[in-house]
């Protein structure tokens, strides 16, 4: 095989070598510093998503205690208000019995006595109204506790959004790390 008188000559020339290795330096600097430049914008990123990560964590932390509360507040207020339904239900209802019982008996009794008649029945329809107005009382905890799982499907959403994050985090962290394994091949190379 002959060498290309070419190739002998250009390496013979005065200063091409000088110009190729200061070329080549250059091509070398200018990537470096390009990899230092996205290994700085990734640990920026990094820190930005770590930063957005911390936000979201306090944030579903917040959310988390708000709604244990919340949710520890309707149970115990809807426990309350059933025991008490239940209890004043029973009571008004034995009450109420009574009160129609002894409207029977005076009215079998005389019919003067349609006054007397008239009180325990007024009596048992302000009994039905409590009724209702505890019935009343049952909804709106019932509707509470309706607002507590809407609560609890925006925490689920919020925890969603956390785990994005941290996959983010995780893809850029790995984005840095190959930036910061080239940079540092390319600086053994430029050492040797």
């Not at 115990?76 to 009450?95: G, M, V």
Request: charged share 40%.
């Amino acid at each position: 095989m002959t060498d290309n008188p070419n190739d002998r000559k250009i390496s013979e020339t005065p200063g091409v070598k000088d110009v190729l290795d200061e070329a080549a330096e250059q091509i070398e600097k200018a990537w470096r510093e390009k990899l230092l430049r996205e290994t700085a914008d990734l640990k920026t990123e990094n820190a930005l998503l770590r930063a957005q990560l911390d936000k979201f964590n306090r944030k579903l932390a917040e959310a988390t205690d708000r709604n244990e509360k919340i949710e520890a507040d309707c149970n115990e207020r809807i426990a309350f208000i059933e025991e008490k339904f239940e209890l004043d239900t029973a009571s008004l209802e034995l009450e109420n019995n009574e009160l129609h019982a002894a409207g029977v008996r005076h009215l079998s009794r005389a019919k003067g006595l349609g006054r007397q008649v008239a009180q325990p029945h007024a009596e048992a329809e302000a009994m039905a109204d409590e009724i209702e107005r505890l019935r009343g009382e049952r909804d709106a905890a019932l509707k509470a506790q309706a607002e507590l799982s809407d609560a609890l499907l925006a925490q689920r959403d919020l925890m969603a959004e956390v785990a994005a994050l941290k996959d983010r985090l995780a893809a850029s962290e790995r984005r840095a790390t190959v930036a910061e394994a080239k940079v540092e091949v390319m600086t053994k190379m430029r050492g040797e």
